[in-house]
């Protein structure tokens, strides 16, 4: 969708499939961060990981309103978004790393599967 988007920023229909993504990201940030039973050991690291899908969310959708604006102007865009999704990796790593560190294991099927490795599904 994104890729689509960038190529063909005129298009309403690619712009508004985007902007859904930044607004499913953000929703995403906020759903973690409402979350009320969560052990004190991951309350920080899901507490970044929160603010990191919101504040990745909030940089997609700058790009996105920049999109129309020029290539210069969407590439300095691009590059905080960029940096955001670094650190959102960087979050994203950490609760699997106290997962994995914790013993906390999920199932294919488990919602919290996102954040066990699989064998060598898992790639960077």
């Known amino acids: 969708v994104l890729t689509v988007w960038v190529e063909d920023r005129d298009n309403g229909a690619t712009e508004a499939s985007a902007q ?30 929160g603010l990191a899908y919101q504040d990745a969310g909030e940089k997609l959708r700058e790009v996105i309103d920049d999109g129309g604006q020029g290539d210069s102007v969407l590439a300095d865009s691009m590059q905080e978004y960029n940096a955001s999704a670094e650190q959102f990796t960087r979050n994203y790593l950490a609760l699997v790393d106290l997962f994995t560190q914790s013993g906390v294991t999920f199932a294919p099927t488990d919602m919290g599967s996102a954040f066990s490795p699989q064998g060598t599904s898992v790639g960077l």
């Open 20 to 49: 859904e993504i930044a607004t499913d990201m953000i929703a995403l940030g906020d759903t973690l961060l409402g979350l009320s039973s969560i052990p004190a050991s991951a309350a920080s690291a899901n507490q970044a990981l």
